[in-house]
């Protein structure tokens, strides 16, 4: 059974870091895209940023402050969040795929459940 988990969410003040995990279980495959969306209350599911092969992707949103990264043997990604702002604040998911384009939901098969991040002002 697959099975992605998120963690190091939590409430932050403007301006401060935080850094996101998630984990895979359950697959071993020699390439995926691997990535993190985000949904704020009364917003759509929105691109945050993706990791495949050796490229990384970002939303304009996020660029200079986030970096994605992944660790292969521990079937990791991770999400460094630099420069909070309140806008930041949303559920952040996990996600992975195995299509050539990494930017939209449909792009993944698999899912985690995702973790709270709060930024306040």
């Known amino acids: 059974q697959v099975q992605l988990v998120e963690s190091g969410g939590g409430l932050v003040q403007a301006g401060r870091s935080l850094r996101l995990s998630c984990t895979a279980s359950?697959?071993?495959?020699?390439?995926?895209?691997m990535s993190w969306f985000r949904q704020a209350p009364g917003k759509e599911r929105a691109f945050v940023a993706a990791s495949r092969w050796s490229s990384t992707y970002y939303a304009d949103s996020v660029k200079g402050r986030f970096t994605i990264s992944r660790d292969s043997a521990k079937k990791t990604v991770y999400l460094q969040m630099n420069s909070l702002k309140p806008e930041d604040t949303a559920v952040y998911y996990c996600a992975v795929g195995y299509k050539s384009t990494v930017s939209s939901s449909e792009d993944y098969k698999y899912w985690g459940q995702g973790t709270q991040v709060t930024v306040s002002s």
């Open positions: 359950g697959l071993t495959v020699s390439n995926v895209s």
